[in-house]
């Protein structure tokens, strides 16, 4: 089983070397002035610079307006979108580029509606619902708000990291990973020894299914 990892909130080009040498399969970029972790074109360009090729670059936003989007589309080379506010498909799908749709996860019935109302997105990120907070708070969800089988493509976040993410995948059969505070120093810096400790983790995990 080949379990795809993100880690999300990268400000520094060491850090995005690091998850390229790990296997890590794309870096999120953050773009919400709201985050600790936003980052201005400048230096999304630098960061982007420093990937090898094939790793993707998702760039992540919150309520947005278009011209937001469009300013970074325009400058920085950006293989998928992620929305983690109350956008609507239509807004979503207007940038014809793939995105993900990210739902702070409450009940079962959220995941649900959000199935239904997202059909086109890549994939749909389940993460914590903390209030007037968008990813990143280091809190995990009751998994097993999971239904058993999902129509549609999903990541699993929300305080993923080295100690509990083996189970996570286990319970939940999750074969991609969304992956921010868990791995952290501090908001936007990312703890390399962590980083390699939760890969480790999942690739053991991955591992393990096929023996």
């Known amino acids: 089983m080949r379990i795809r990892t993100k880690i999300c909130g990268m400000t520094r080009s060491e850090d995005v070397q690091l998850a390229a040498d790990l296997g890590v399969d794309a870096i999120g970029l953050i773009f919400y002035a709201g985050s600790r972790r936003c980052i201005d074109i400048p230096q999304a360009q630098k960061l982007v610079q420093s990937l090898p090729p094939l790793m993707s670059v998702v760039a992540l936003f919150v309520n947005p307006t278009d011209d937001e989007v469009n300013k970074v589309l325009a400058k920085v080379p950006v293989n998928i979108l992620q929305f983690h506010g109350n956008e609507s498909a239509a807004f979503c799908r207007q940038f014809h580029r793939p995105y993900l749709k990210a739902i702070r996860v409450e009940n079962r019935a959220s995941i649900e509606a959000v199935q239904r109302d997202y059909p ?11 209030t007037h907070q968008y990813g990143g708070t280091g809190q995990t969800f009751d998994w097993q708000y999971l239904p058993d089988s999902l129509s549609c493509p999903w990541i699993l976040s929300g305080g993923l990291k080295p100690d509990n993410v083996a189970q ?20 936007g810096i990312k703890d390399p ?17 096929i023996n």
């Open 168 to 187: 996570a995948i286990r319970q939940t059969g999750a074969v991609a990973l969304d992956l921010c505070s868990g791995v952290e120093e501090r908001p």
């Open 120 to 130: 086109d997105a890549r994939a749909l990120l389940f993460d914590a619902a903390v």
């Open 193 to 209: 020894a962590r980083m390699r400790a939760l890969m480790q983790a999942v690739n053991a995990v991955a591992a393990s299914s």
